[in-house]
């Protein structure tokens, strides 16, 4: 071999061993930095006319495709069970659950003992206010459950808008790094820092919208949500929504009074079993509003109509007349089955018993229309409402249609449905964070392995002294023909 061979074949090799020793100090660098991919020197054999050599084929990124599009969906399961988790534990944390003291369930039964106290001594005023407090705290924690579901919808409509919003931005990173992709690799740049990039972004909005990751020409990629909706293909998506000021009982997505959810102009489903983002925290916001929450609500308004017929029935207070409000009303007045919806954010006592409303608890004891109080020691009136109470009633409405019960068994009933949903919720969040942990983990086995890139180190360093071991040689020997002429 030549000595130009030689030193060809040495440059080379130390070029190599340096770019080489760069790519480790860099994977080792980044050995904790789960965004990152393990970068590997690809390299071959030179070889131009009598020059030889090692040469550099390109630097690659060592991924595992279906090991990631596994762990982004089991995030993306993870981020809609932990939101609606949070929301379904506020609900309960509002209504409380059955053996809750201070809980709707708790209240309605302590509303019955209070009516069996006052009626054992009609005479004394202590139980007769006593029994109305307690009225009224059922009818209180009745409001302050349906006005907590709204409050929460408007919170969530909230949080769609700025999950929207926020969705975009990732989108439009994406488009630029995909087009930044494309150029550095058309000039023969380095992009591997650029595709890491892209690759946090990816894995960010499959948290919102689970995803499916197409390769398109020159390194750019296609983003397509898990039910068939195109997010980003050369260019992003437009994704727009509407968020409201105050969300109420009366808004729905069905009746135009809350904002869907459109994709460059074409609304699509963004709840239910037909949502075209199903799977992560965005569908779960919208499931949330549009359907958990509004379903709790029609089950409150429900137990709310339940008991405002138990007490506005003819031939409970033979004081009212036909149509006349009883204990229970809606906002003051007589209740109206076509009025139903928002019941529960409306009930209030009678203002004839109310003592903030100028009221007396006598009338609780002699009637609700009575003009002066009557004989202090009959107990016929609120012995007939601990009766309405006790009555096996069927639900006139809501998904417990039919359904008999006594008021307290009834208020129970939803209590523990609500229980139910987050205990069934937090179980499927429990086992979709399990696998979240055991993928994430896979993942990080799969990355930079400290070890491989250690040893890697010691074979460059080798390859680096040998390679300039040849380079002295070849000085020495030609000096000694220089030295020799």
Request: net charge negative; proline share 3%; aromatic share 4%.
């Given at each position: ?21 760069e790519i480790v100090s860099s994977n080792l660098a980044n050995a904790t930095n789960a965004a990152y991919a393990t970068r590997d ?63 709707l369930a708790d209240l309605m039964t302590r509303f019955e003992a209070a009516l069996v106290s006052a009626a054992a001594r009609p ?284 008021a307290a068994s009834l208020t129970a009933t939803l209590l523990s449905g609500v229980a139910a949903d987050l205990t069934g919720n ?60």
């Amino acid at each position: 071999m030549s000595f130009s061979g030689s030193l060809s074949n040495a440059l080379s090799g130390l070029r190599v061993s340096s770019l080489a020793a760069e790519i480790v100090s860099s994977n080792l660098a980044n050995a904790t930095n789960a965004a990152y991919a393990t970068r590997d020197l690809e390299i071959s054999v030179r070889a131009s006319g009598a020059a030889g050599g090692v040469g550099v084929v390109g630097v690659t990124r060592s991924v595992d495709p279906t090991l990631l599009g596994e762990w982004r969906r089991a995030r993306a399961s993870t981020a809609e069970l932990s939101t609606g988790n949070g929301y379904l534990a506020r609900v309960e944390q509002v209504s409380g659950a059955p053996e809750t003291p201070g809980s709707l369930a708790d209240l309605m039964t302590r509303f019955e003992a209070a009516l069996v106290s006052a009626a054992a001594r009609p005479d004394l005023s202590i139980r007769l206010d006593a029994a109305v407090s307690s009225a009224g705290a059922v009818a209180g924690a009745l409001r302050a459950t349906s006005s907590e579901l709204q409050a929460l919808r408007t919170e969530i409509d909230g949080k769609i808008g700025q999950t929207v919003t926020d969705l975009n931005a990732h989108l439009a990173r994406l488009a630029d790094l995909n087009s930044r992709i494309i150029s550095a690799e058309a000039s023969g740049a380095p992009s591997q820092s650029l595709h890491d990039l892209r690759q946090d972004g990816i894995d960010k909005i499959s948290e919102i919208v689970p995803l499916r990751v197409f390769p398109r020409d020159n390194g750019a990629v296609a983003l397509v949500s898990t039910t068939g909706t195109v997010l980003l293909d050369g260019v992003a998506a437009r994704i727009d929504f509407s968020a409201t000021n105050a969300v109420t009982e009366f808004r729905t997505l069905a009746n135009g009074g809350l904002s869907g959810l459109s994709v460059d102009g074409f609304d699509i489903p963004a709840s239910g079993a037909a949502s075209r983002i199903g799977g992560g925290s965005l569908a779960a916001l919208f499931d949330l509003r549009d359907e958990t929450l509004p379903g709790y609500q029609t089950e409150i308004d429900a137990l709310a109509r339940n008991l405002v017929d138990r007490f506005q029935d003819s031939g409970l207070d033979p004081t009212l007349g036909a149509g006349e409000a009883g204990l229970f009303t809606d906002a003051g007045q007589a209740f109206d089955p076509v009025n139903e919806t928002g019941l529960a954010r409306r009930i209030a006592l009678n203002p004839q018993v109310d003592p903030e409303a100028g009221g007396a608890s006598w009338r609780l004891r002699d009637g609700l229309q009575a003009a002066a109080p009557g004989n202090s020691g009959d107990g016929t009136v609120l012995l007939s409402m601990i009766d309405r109470l006790a009555e096996a009633r069927p639900v006139a409405s809501g998904s417990q249609i039919g359904l008999s019960g006594t008021a307290a068994s009834l208020t129970a009933t939803l209590l523990s449905g609500v229980a139910a949903d987050l205990t069934g919720n937090e179980d499927r969040l429990s086992y979709a964070a399990a696998r979240s942990a055991e993928l994430t983990e896979q993942k990080l086995r799969s990355g930079v392995d400290t070890d491989t890139e250690l040893q890697k180190l010691m074979q460059i360093e080798k390859a680096y002294a040998a390679n300039a071991q040849v380079l002295r040689t070849v000085d020495e020997m030609i000096e000694v023909l220089l030295g020799a002429t």
